[in-house]
């Protein structure tokens, strides 16, 4: 017969157990025990990458919101220091054109002056500077 029971096959089965029992003991429990490690690490990194991406979403959304806040103060001062650069302008402008006609006017009436003083002194002008004339026409004639 191919199997029979005699005592070699119940040392065999003893000497089977004991190999699986030592097995168990120095390979199965530890690479099992790391291999549970090694999953809870595996797992632990997962979760910690998970939460520092939604972290970092949410910390780039707050960074977009507050470059567009900086923005949006950023146009206004520049709005407000625009319109007061142009009413200062403004007033730059009328204050000189007020002091230009002012001396404008100053102009003419200095030119209005000596034109009246000059008209007023024609006649005695063009008196002795005739004179001067016949003088040296007779000066010369003679």
């Given at each position: 017969?191919?199997?029979?029971?005699?005592?070699?096959?119940?040392?065999?089965?003893?000497?089977?157990?004991?190999?699986?029992?030592?097995?168990?003991?120095?390979?199965?429990?530890?690479?099992?025990?790391?291999?549970?490690?090694?999953?809870?690490?595996?797992?632990?990194?997962?979760?910690?990458?998970?939460?520092?991406?939604?972290?970092?979403?949410?910390?780039?959304?707050?960074?977009?919101?507050?470059?567009?806040?900086?923005?949006?103060?950023?146009?206004?001062?520049?709005?407000?220091?625009?319109?007061?650069?142009?009413?200062?302008?403004?007033?730059?402008?009328?204050?000189?054109?007020?002091?230009?006609?002012?001396?404008?006017?100053?102009?003419?009436?200095?030119?209005?002056?000596?034109?009246?003083?000059a008209r007023e002194r024609e006649r005695d002008?063009?008196?002795?500077?005739?004179?001067?004339?016949?003088?040296?026409?007779?000066?010369?004639?003679?």
């Open positions: 017969m191919f199997l029979s029971l005699d005592g070699t096959f119940w040392v065999q089965l003893v000497n089977f157990a004991i190999f699986f029992a030592i097995l168990r003991v120095v390979f199965l429990r530890p690479v099992g025990t790391a291999i549970r490690k090694r999953r809870g690490y595996i797992e632990g990194v997962k979760n910690d990458y998970d939460r520092y991406s939604a972290e970092v979403r949410s910390l780039r959304a707050e960074a977009e919101a507050k470059r567009a806040a900086a923005r949006r103060e950023a146009e206004e001062a520049l709005v407000k220091v625009r319109a007061e650069a142009d009413r200062q302008a403004a007033g730059v402008a009328a204050s000189s054109a007020d002091r230009a006609n002012a001396i404008a006017g100053e102009a003419r009436a200095t030119v209005e002056s000596e034109l009246q003083s002008l063009a008196t002795a500077l005739a004179d001067q004339l016949l003088a040296r026409a007779l000066g010369s004639a003679r």
